[in-house]
């Protein structure tokens, strides 16, 4: 079992930037597929973005593209989304993820969730 705490999220001017945190204790984390989801009040959660288990491979949700970068550090167990260019739209509570392996944005295929961390932009 793995244990997520996001932290990092907080008030932010539109076109600002943040950086969310994910940090992750108990079974070894680079086993794990790691992914950001996002779930705005009265919407369904969505997907931001996915890391393999080396880092090497990233994918991006349509909306995020080309603004918000994932990474990691193993070394750290610690996960990170990089927001740049934010928007109102952006507004949500954050949550990282992680999985067994499967490279997917589909949140069924990962198991352990962290708590959510909110990020809200003004405009």
């Known amino acids: 079992q793995v244990r997520l705490v996001e932290s990092g999220g907080g008030l932010v001017q539109a076109g600002g930037s943040l950086r969310v945190s994910c940090a992750a204790s108990?079974?070894?984390?680079?086993?794990?597929?790691m992914a950001w989801f996002r779930q705005a009040p009265g919407k369904e959660r969505e997907f931001v973005a996915y890391?393999?288990?080396?880092?090497?491979?990233?994918y991006y949700g349509d909306s995020v593209k080309g603004r918000f970068t994932i990474s990691r550090d193993n070394a750290k167990n610690t996960m990170y989304l990089q927001m740049n260019s934010l928007k109102p739209e952006d507004t949500a509570v954050y949550y990282c993820?992680?999985?067994?392996?499967?490279?997917?944005?589909?949140?069924?295929?990962?198991?352990?969730w962290g708590q959510g961390t909110q990020v809200t932009v003004s405009s």
């Open positions: 890391i393999s288990r080396s880092g090497d491979i990233t």
């Open positions: 993820a992680a999985g067994g392996g499967m490279l997917t944005p589909q949140p069924r295929h990962y198991e352990y």
């Open positions: 108990g079974r070894t984390f680079s086993w794990y597929t």
